[in-house]
């Protein structure tokens, strides 16, 4: 029997949570495209890399609390979902954050033993002197940010500059623009490699129009990622992108069965 490659993988693409809004609520300055609003749906998702040797979780949704406030509905409880992954919490997988918004960390607290990797320009902005104005603070919670801060007390918190092997096969790369540390995560698998877009690109139609998000950060470089991206696909680094809250994004791979079918879908065999 051929030993698994330690670095190919099975990503695991969840959706949790949904809702329903307009597009002039998704895209910034709307009216300015000259298009009529309409009706648009956003999903909410985690994502788990797994092969043989190691799990990784990229994300943790919103918590019951983060959701609620905002009126988000909730499909599948994040823990539950991770229970039926078989994700063993308590041992304490690495935990990727790409970005520190409470859609994306409202569940930490189910990995307190966990290392946690974020880029450094994302926790230093959180923990900054700008995290409380108000054109920023609607997207996080207060109590999840304390979480890293904890995180970092305990040592469990690893920052990087502009990109970091997380394990072989598996990189964590800084784009900016949606917030100041918005990362990507790349994933190796026997079906190509995997750019988990996260927020940097919300829709894939935000991506191919170059249609930024209404929250960000920093304009140009939210152009600048789908620039990043683009070379990417292009230069044959990438061979499929995942978009972070479309809700076309599960269609386009391979559906799950059982407990999660119909909320999940997989990219790659998962190595043994």
Known sequence: MTAAAPDRYRVTIVKYGTRQTVRSDVYLNHHLYGEPDGPIGMDYF??????????????????VTGGARRRRTTLLDPAAAFDALGVDRAAGPPVVITHAHYDHIGNLDLF????????????DFWTGPYADRTLLHHSIEDAEIDHLRQAERDGRLRTFADEV?????????????????????TVNTDAGVVLLGSDSVHYYEEYERSMPFTQVANLVDMYAGFE?????????????LVAGHDPDTLARFTPVTGDLAGLAATIGEEPR
């Open 228 to 240: 990043r991206i683009r070379a990417m696909i292009r230069d044959g680094e990438i061979q499929h």
């Open 165 to 185: 092997d997380l394990a072989p096969g598996v990189r964590v790369i800084r784009i900016g623009g949606h917030t100041p540390g918005q990362s990507v995560v």
């Open 112 to 123: 307190p033993a966990s290392p946690l990797t974020i880029a450094a320009a994302e926790y």
């Open 46 to 63: 985690f994502w788990l890399i797994r092969n043989a040797e190691r799990t990784i979780v990229v994300d943790t949704g919103f918590s």
